[in-house]
């Protein structure tokens, strides 16, 4: 289930984030192998993909745990961020999971375009110079 998203173009390498919320449903621990945004768009932006997991977590059972994908941001897709016009900064990902329950292989998706709001973090602008008079 997507829960949130952040653009953090303040970073030496611009990257993009993904918080989702697994939920595990089994009576049995459920171990996440693979899960990726296959695509994300947020208000005006170019869409972004393939966006993977950042770390592989295991969930008890009948419990829920939040979740990350991320990935650096390539130089067109921070450019594009950077100069995008302020807006709602709502969008929509798709997702596809690989999971293993007691050794059996389980997956989730995709997903239809599912809704997500966010923010992209910018640098402060420079100071405006006065023009000497």
């Not at 303040?10 to 621990?29: D, G, H, K, W």
């Not at 897709?77 to 997702?95: K, Y």
């Not at 329950?101 to 239809?112: A, H, L, Q």
Request: glycine letters at 6%.
């Amino acid at each position: 289930m997507p829960v949130h998203f952040m653009i953090d173009l303040t970073r030496a390498v611009p990257q993009v984030e993904v918080e989702l919320r697994a939920i595990n449903y089994f009576r049995r621990p459920l171990a996440l192998r693979e899960v990726k945004i296959t695509r994300f768009v947020a208000g005006s932006l170019p869409a972004i993909d393939n966006i993977p997991l950042a770390y592989e977590v295991t969930l008890e059972p009948q419990s829920s745990f939040l979740i990350s994908c991320a990935r650096a941001l390539a130089d067109s897709e921070a450019r594009a961020a950077a100069t995008a016009p302020p807006s709602s900064w709502r969008g929509s990902v798709q997702i596809v999971a690989r999971g293993m329950v007691r050794g059996k292989e389980i997956s989730f998706g995709p997903t239809m375009a599912l809704k997500i709001e966010g923010l992209v973090l910018r640098p402060p602008a420079p100071p405006l110079r006065g023009n000497g008079s």
